[in-house]
Structures are given as structure tokens and as C-alpha cells.
């Protein structure tokens, strides 16, 4: 069987550029297709329910929001065994399960792609529950998704404009722009938080 | 200075002040405040929830239908579990009745999800609490392999020569500096009384677990179409059934469904041979840190849920039980009524919420969630660094729910107590069984160690349920009836201009309820009130301290500096902060830092 490439976007949508991941799953399957072997999949916050995917994929190519403490919008590529590294950068997970300790188990157990590939994103703005991708992050969208596109063909599957059906997509209602278009006005929606966290909310 | 809570607490506020933040392990974030006498008892606890949620106003204006999908997206761990309350919200408010078959397959779906989280819960995220895989590297194999074969002689793992593999993967593990997984322990603390030889049995099946939990979720894959984030459906559930023909691509048919019969059988394989034997020996070695019970003894909550027919509620259809306790009587279970808006309040003078008026309780239906973030003058530190909240004041981001007035605790150890003063048969077998067996009186049930053993128990009762619901599925089948969804009232015109219903469930953790209201076919209000809110709730306007709080205190810290009792307590909730709360952390590379003042 030839080499199976799991494509993940991992993080939360509903909190802003946290969902830059999943949101990169979704252009990626609306805007190409993705041949034999490659299977795409959004993530969410799912932690330790990830590993059977991980089990079965060759290679994993991982989309996420990134505090690299870079500019806003600044992609960053990091390759098999330094990715562990930089994702420790923040567990959002399942029960703080960040997505290292679930490298970490598949490794323990054996089964972690060989092949690892993380294409991040330094996220402007987290703390807006209920928001969508800042425009800094949403830009990035289509470059980050190139850099996957690359990687895949030098590894000999080619993707082709157009479609990708997959059953592991979001479901329509949060997909980015009903997600984004059917918020709920500032009036009607407090979006300030914990002020320890949001000294500017004073 | 001593202040007696009204509901039974002494609390004290000098000695002593430590502080963990964030509190590991768990969903979420979540800090802990507690006051230790020079003996290293706690003698005052806080929680707080460090995180603003404001799921309720991010709905607003949305279509009914949709809701399930948001909701699943509040944590990683219960988004089957909000779903299924979010559709029974919708389809409460607009007279929805959903078909046999799909009350099936929601309940398989449930019981699987009950399952699975009980498993990772004791295994990943609860065990290292009890249990030391730094310990397990000094194992004999071959003792280890004895002490398996004698406090599970039906589990077919179990020779020295496994035990040896396991114990050299671990010393691998270890020696690459990767601690990962089990770093941040305090393996040296005199809490830990296991023998190395049970450390490695329960090391091992950790690893176990792993393997059982991804087959166990394929369950939700083959109903729920997909696995992460399953679909959900208003009126039924979104998978069609046809086991005469070849059928629709994705149909359920005869090859799915024994798949899932299959998984029903792990299930109750692991939980017979693995999971219930492991929470006797580990317990065995605890039998005298009976700590923890808090409200358990007093008060306790349970909505109820697993239906045995569609679109009924009543408590004696219920196979998880609903019913509440309070003030210690257990000869008197009271029932529910959720849509009451004299029984379940929500109360905010302790958190950064505002209603406007003090001491004030609002129904979930009329539910406002107004952030207003304060501080009290007792404080220490900054706006921007708390060294020390001050619980007189606004001190958490939960609110405060109550039941008549009072605090009460939700989860599987209430589900039992409430059960058990039901004298439901099943969980009254379970529990005098399980007392027996380890030579302990009713009392040891109110504790730490009997939330955790509740939850096994639990677990091993939900995976009977689970094989009942699936014959009653297939028997169903096989008497022509495929239907599972009713799109009769799909179309939002059919809807009442203006209506409002309440789902209900038993998450993992505890009662779950989201109320919707819903005008001119758009979501007005939603209001959810989770597990943790109950659990986690700060002091309310009379006083009363919440669950966790309650748990806390007059435990006997080992070492105060190093908060292991603490940990196991509020684990033994399995706390999830982030929907009882929303997220935020300065640093999330920060793990537990227990800063000691």
C-alpha cells in the first residue's frame, strides 16, 4: 500500500484564530482535489480521540494556531522531530491533552507517523469567544495550504483544482462563513473576558 | 476567623495559604485556593474558574436546528453528550417526538460515550493520581503477572513475559526523556502506597486503555457518520438503516451493526477483567484515605437519563435515575422538575456575572449571562496577578446553581447514591457487592475513592445497558421498522412563533441541561447549565460552599507543598472547566504551579 498522508487541522473554532487549522481543512477541500491516499480531516480539540487517525497515516501534516510569539500572521514550518517541540506551546485539548502528548502516546504505543509535518500560524487574537479568523491570520489560509500542497507532491501525490469530498469536514452550520457571518452583534453578545487575562478591558 | 456555612462547613481562613493554578489534568482551566491548619488539614477551600464562557450568547439569532453543532464544539471531551442535550432542548420546545429506533441508537451512543470517558478518565487522567509508573520501573514481572492473576483471573494478559515488554517500552520511554505523559508527578510523596508490582499491572493497562478507547468510539463513527464531532439530528438521529438490500452508500446494514454488538462485547470484556478488578486492588491500598466525600453524604443531584421509550421523561422510565437528596436524608429522594423555576437557580453574588440585584436566582429559561469582572479588597496581588483572591467577593467565572436553595453535587457518585436510596436494583446490587467485597461500610461510599469507584461501577452498568438497547434495536429491525428520524416539523414554518423547551442528559460528570427559547424560528435565549457548574460552583448569597470546595475540606495533606491530595479530589470529579467556562491562560506552556504563601 502506498504511503497514507493524513492532513489535520487541529483547534477550536470558536475562538477566533484558533480555528485558523480546521479552517485550513475546509478551503483545502473546497478548493482542491486531493488524490488517492490522502485523507483530510478536521481535528477540533479532540486530543487522545485523534490516535486512530494517526495510527493509520504514514505521514501527518498538521494545521494549527501557533503562539511562536512572531509577528501576527507569520507562517512557520516545522519537521518531524522538532514538532513535539513547538506545539507545546499550548493545550487546549482533551482534558489538557495538548496535541505533543498525543505524539507522545502514539509514540509510546508505537504507531506515530513517521513522517511528521507542522504548518503553523502565529495567531493576532484568542480572546474573542464566538469570533472568527482576524484578517492577519485568515490571509494565510491559502499560503499555509500551498505549503501542504508542495510537500505532498514532493512526496508524489499531486493535488489537482478542484473538490475534495470528505465525511470529516465540520458540519455546514460552523463552517467559516455561516460561522462568522451568523454572529450575533456586540450588543447582543458580550465578548469581553477575564480581565486578568484582558487587562485592556477596564 | 471560623464562619460556619448553613450547610455544615467550619470554614477557616487563617494558617497557611496555598494556591494551584492551573490544576492539571482536566478539561480546561481551573485555580484552587486552600488554607491549611499546622497540622495540614484543610480547613478552608476556593475554587475558581479561571475562564469566561459565554457559549449562551454566541447562539443568540441562530437556527434551532444548529445548536448541536456549536455545543459540540465547547470541549474535547463531552460533544456527543451536548449534542444529544441540545437536540432534546430543540425538540422539547417545538414538540418534536422522535422515533423508537432513534431513542435507541442515542442511547447506545450515550452509554458508549459514558463509557469511554469513564475509562480515560480513571486511566489517563485520574490513576496517576494513585498510581506511579516512575515506581512501576522496580516491578517484579513475575509478581506482577501473580498479582494479576489473582485479582483478575479471567484477563488473558497477564504473563511475566508481557509485563517484562511493558516494563522495557516504559524504561525506553522514560530514558528518552520523555517523560511527557507522566511528568509533573510527585513520585517520591509518601501519598503513593502502591507496591511496584501493582504500579506496573496499572501502568500496563493504561496502555490497554489506549488501545480500547479507539475502538470503543467507532461506535460513534458507524451512528454518528463521522468520529471526532458525530452528527446529530433534530428529530432522530442522521443515519439511515437498511439491512435488506445493498442500500444507500453509508446506510446502516447488518455488517455496521456487528461491528457495534462487537464493540459492546470489549467493552464489557475490559470493564469485567480490567477496569472493575483495578479500581478494588488499587482501593485496597487506600482503604484508610477516606477523604473527599464533601457534599456527597448531604446533597446530592441527578436529572436522570437512558429512556427506555422515546420522548418520556418519567423518572420510572428512566434507567439511570433521577432524584434529588438533600440534607443528608436518604430515605427520601426527591424528584425533579427542571422546568420548575423554583427548583434549579442559578446565583451570581459570588461570580463575575450580574443580574443587578443581590441575591438574586434566576431559572435557567430566564438565564442572563452578563460578565461583570471585580475584585474583592482582600485581595492580594494585581488585576493582572492574583496572588490571592479574595472569596468574600466575586471570585469565579462559574455561577452558582442551586437546588431549593441548595448546593448539590452532581456525577456518577450522586447517580449512585441517588440510585441507591431509590433502591434501584441494578446500582443497589453494584454497590453492596462492591462494599462487600472490599470489607467497607455504606459511609466509605461518600468519598473520593467512592466517586472514582462509582464511576466504574457505572461504567460496567452502562455496558449491559448498552447490549440491551442494541437488541432492542435489532429486534426492532427485524420487525420492519427502519425509521429514524421524524422530519415532520423540519421546516421552521411548522414551528410555534414562539416556544421553549429544556434537554436533559447524565454527562460523564454529571446532570447536563441546556434550555432554549426560541421566536419566530431563531434561538432567543440558551442557557446551559453543566456538570461543573453544579461541582464547581463558588459560595452562593447564604454562604453554602460548592462541591469541589466542600470536598476539600478537612483532608490531611501529606505534604502541603506538594498538592497531591488536592489533585486526586477534584479528579475524582473529572472537572471540565472549559464549558462550565470559557478559555483563557496567559502562558498555556504553564503547568501546575503550586505557589505556596
Excluded at chain 2, 356 to 382: I, Q, S
Excluded at chain 2, 391 to 415: C, D, F, N, Q, T
Aim: glycine content about 10%.
Amino acid at each position: 500500500m502506498a504511503d497514507q498522508v493524513l492532513i489535520m487541522g487541529i483547534g477550536n473554532v470558536l475562538w477566533a484564530d484558533e480555528g485558523f487549522g480546521v479552517r485550513c481543512i475546509e478551503h483545502l477541500a473546497a478548493h482542491w482535489e486531493l488524490p488517492e491516499g490522502v485523507t483530510l480531516l478536521d481535528g477540533g480539540t479532540q486530543g487522545l480521540y485523534l490516535l486512530p487517525f494517526l495510527e493509520e497515516a504514514d505521514t501527518l501534516i498538521v494545521f494549527d494556531a501557533v503562539d511562536y510569539g512572531l509577528e501576527p500572521g507569520t507562517l512557520k514550518i516545522v519537521e518531524d522531530d522538532e514538532v513535539p517541540r513547538f506545539m507545546g506551546a499550548k493545550k487546549m485539548s482533551l482534558h489538557q491533552t495538548g496535541f505533543q502528548d498525543v505524539i507522545a502516546t502514539a509514540q509510546l504505543m508505537g504507531y506515530c507517523p513517521t513522517r511528521l509535518l507542522l504548518i503553523g500560524c502565529q495567531p493576532e487574537e484568542l480572546e474573542d469567544y464566538g469570533g472568527g479568523l482576524r484578517d492577519s491570520v485568515k490571509a494565510q489560509i491559502a499560503p499555509a495550504v500551498r505549503v501542504a500542497l508542495s510537500h505532498l507532491a514532493q512526496m508524489g501525490h499531486v493535488a489537482k483544482p478542484g473538490r475534495t469530498q470528505s465525511d470529516l469536514l465540520a458540519d455546514p452550520s460552523i463552517m467559516h462563513s455561516a460561522y462568522e457571518d451568523g454572529r450575533p452583534s456586540e450588543d447582543d453578545a458580550c465578548r469581553i473576558g477575564d480581565a486578568r487575562f484582558f487587562p485592556a478591558a477596564e | 476567623m471560623v464562619v460556619q456555612t448553613p450547610n455544615g462547613f467550619n470554614l477557616d481562613d487563617t494558617g497557611q495559604r496555598i494556591v494551584v493554578d492551573p490544576v492539571t489534568r482536566i478539561e480546561g482551566h481551573m485555580r484552587c485556593e486552600v488554607n491549611v491548619d499546622d497540622y495540614g488539614f484543610i480547613r478552608n477551600a476556593v475554587s475558581t474558574g479561571t475562564m469566561w464562557r459565554g457559549l449562551e450568547v454566541i447562539l443568540k439569532g441562530r437556527d434551532p436546528r444548529d445548536a448541536w453543532a456549536f455545543t459540540e464544539r465547547i470541549c474535547g471531551v463531552c460533544t456527543g453528550t451536548h449534542a444529544l442535550t441540545s437536540v432534546r432542548a430543540v425538540e422539547d420546545a417545538l414538540g418534536i417526538e422522535i422515533p423508537d429506533n432513534a431513542n435507541s441508537i442515542r442511547n447506545i451512543m450515550q452509554l458508549n460515550l459514558q463509557i469511554h470517558d469513564h475509562v480515560v478518565h480513571f486511566y489517563h487522567l485520574h490513576a496517576l493520581d494513585w498510581v506511579n509508573p516512575v515506581n512501576a520501573l522496580r516491578a517484579d514481572p513475575k509478581a506482577t503477572s501473580e498479582l494479576q492473576q489473582a485479582v483478575s483471573p479471567s484477563h488473558p494478559m497477564s504473563s511475566p513475559g508481557y509485563f517484562r515488554d511493558v516494563q522495557n517500552r516504559l524504561k525506553q520511554f522514560v530514558e528518552s526523556g520523555q517523560l511527557g505523559l507522566f511528568k509533573n508527578g510527585y513520585w517520591d510523596n509518601p501519598a503513593y502506597k502502591l507496591p511496584p508490582e501493582a504500579d506496573l499491572m496499572a501502568t500496563t493497562h493504561y496502555l490497554e486503555a489506549l488501545d480500547l478507547q479507539k475502538e470503543i468510539v467507532k461506535v460513534h463513527t458507524i451512528f454518528g457518520g463521522k468520529n471526532p464531532h458525530p452528527n446529530w439530528l433534530v428529530g432522530g438521529v442522521p443515519c439511515p438503516i437498511n439491512v435488506h438490500s445493498t442500500g444507500a452508500v453509508g446506510a446502516i446494514n447488518m455488517e455496521r451493526l456487528n461491528m457495534v454488538s462487537s464493540i459492546i462485547d470489549k467493552c464489557i470484556e475490559f470493564n469485567k477483567n480490567v477496569y472493575l478488578p483495578d479500581v478494588i486492588a488499587i482501593g485496597g491500598f487506600y482503604k484508610n484515605w477516606l477523604y473527599g466525600g464533601g457534599l456527597s453524604s448531604q446533597a446530592c443531584l441527578a436529572y436522570g437519563d437512558i429512556p427506555e421509550d422515546p420522548n418520556d421523561f418519567s423518572p420510572e422510565q428512566l434507567h439511570l435515575p433521577r432524584g434529588a437528596i438533600i440534607n443528608g436524608d436518604l430515605s427520601t429522594v426527591h424528584d425533579v422538575d427542571v422546568r420548575d423555576p423554583e427548583q434549579i437557580q442559578e446565583f451570581v453574588d459570588h461570580s463575575w456575572y450580574e443580574y443587578g440585584e443581590p441575591g438574586k436566582g434566576l431559572h435557567p429559561w430566564d438565564g442572563v449571562t452578563e460578565a461583570k469582572f471585580e475584585l474583592g479588597p482582600n485581595l492580594k496581588g494585581t488585576r493582572t496577578n492574583i496572588k490571592q483572591i479574595d472569596e468574600g467577593a466575586k471570585y469565579s467565572w462559574i455561577k452558582a446553581p442551586r437546588w431549593r436553595g441548595h448546593a448539590m453535587e452532581v456525577g456518577p457518585l450522586a447517580r449512585y447514591i441517588v440510585g441507591y436510596a431509590k433502591g434501584h436494583e441494578d446500582i443497589t446490587e453494584q454497590v453492596t457487592g462492591l462494599l462487600r467485597t472490599m470489607d467497607l461500610p455504606t459511609e466509605a461510599l461518600f468519598s473520593t475513592l467512592g466517586r472514582t469507584a462509582a464511576r466504574a461501577l457505572e461504567s460496567e452498568y452502562c455496558g449491559r445497558l448498552q447490549k440491551y438497547f442494541f437488541d432492542k434495536l435489532v429486534t426492532n429491525i427485524k420487525n420492519g421498522d427502519e425509521s429514524t428520524a421524524n422530519v415532520a416539523k423540519w421546516d421552521p414554518s411548522t414551528w410555534p412563533k414562539e416556544a421553549k423547551g429544556v434537554g436533559m442528559t447524565e454527562a460523564p460528570r454529571g446532570a447536563l441541561g441546556h434550555w432554549v427559547k426560541v421566536k419566530d424560528g431563531r434561538i432567543e435565549n440558551y442557557q446551559c447549565v453543566v456538570p461543573t457548574t453544579w461541582n464547581g460552583s463558588p459560595r452562593d448569597s447564604q454562604g453554602n460552599i460548592g462541591a469541589f470546595e466542600a470536598s476539600l475540606m478537612n483532608t490531611k495533606m501529606e505534604r502541603p507543598e506538594e498538592p497531591v491530595e488536592i489533585l486526586r479530589t477534584l479528579h475524582s470529579f473529572d472537572p471540565c472547566l472549559a464549558c462550565s467556562t470559557h478559555v483563557m491562560s496567559p502562558d498555556g506552556d504553564e503547568l501546575t504551579t503550586v505557589k505556596v504563601r
